[in-house]
């Protein structure tokens, strides 16, 4: 089974695909943890922000996994970032077998997959079994985010938080590569409206269980 959940920035979409995950068994891939892989290295060049960014797609061939668990992926340094990198169609395309690759094969002989991003219906997973597109107003996705920054000690305020989803999401919606969309056969869900369990709840409903 493969579970493709897509969404706006803080919109729940990883909470919800790591819930689906865990409850039929399958290994779950948080895409957005590999663009914020190559922020980070990109972040960390020696030249300034601009230049860096010419070498995004040469740094996201190299990931490890170091990388890919490193301490600073959530800070809101990083998503700024990642959302810039994640314009850059070489970029996308240095990414792409990795992760149909994940999903075709995935870890620990898992009888399936979850990923959860922007374009794993549209792009990435265009055959998978069903799709999901997580979304909620975005004053609530800013709280949610915001509380959850400041509850791992990060020192940030909720008009910041605010204007940076804003502007990672009019920069995801609108690039010309891989925009963020739902998929045609995407079942939305408004996040907004519920608590994480009655989301799962409500996201399992679809799913009819091969077990
Ligand atoms: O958790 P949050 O929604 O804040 O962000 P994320 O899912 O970790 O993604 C960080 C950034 O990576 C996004 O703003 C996108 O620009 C980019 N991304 C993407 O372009 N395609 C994906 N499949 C996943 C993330």
């Excluded at 709280?143 to 008009?159: C, D």
Aim: aromatic share 4%.
């Amino acid at each position: 089974m493969i579970i493709a959940v897509d969404g706006t920035a803080a919109s729940g979409k990883g909470t919800l695909a790591k819930r689906l995950a865990d409850h039929f068994h399958l290994a779950h891939l948080d895409t957005g943890g590999l663009y914020r892989a190559v922020a980070l290295r990109v972040l960390r060049l020696p030249f300034p922000a601009d230049e860096a960014l010419t070498h995004a797609a040469s740094e996201a061939s190299q990931l490890t996994h170091d990388d890919l668990n490193h301490a600073d992926l959530r800070l809101e340094t990083t998503s700024a970032m990642a959302s810039r990198v994640a314009s850059i169609p070489a970029v996308r395309q240095a990414l792409l077998a990795y992760q149909q690759d994940f999903a075709a094969n995935p870890p620990n002989h898992a009888s399936g997959a979850v990923l959860d991003g922007r374009d794993i219906g549209t792009i990435i997973l265009p055959n998978a079994d069903i799709k999901f597109y997580c979304d909620a107003e975005i004053e609530i996705r800013a709280q949610r985010r915001h509380k959850e920054l400041i509850s791992r000690g990060e020192t940030a305020t909720y008009a910041d938080i605010l204007a940076g989803i804003a502007a990672r999401d009019n920069r995801d919606m609108n690039r010309p590569v891989a925009p963020l969309k739902p998929a045609e056969d995407a079942i939305r869900i408004n996040t907004g409206k519920y608590a994480i369990d009655q989301m799962v709840e409500q996201a399992m409903t679809y799913i009819v269980s091969p077990e």
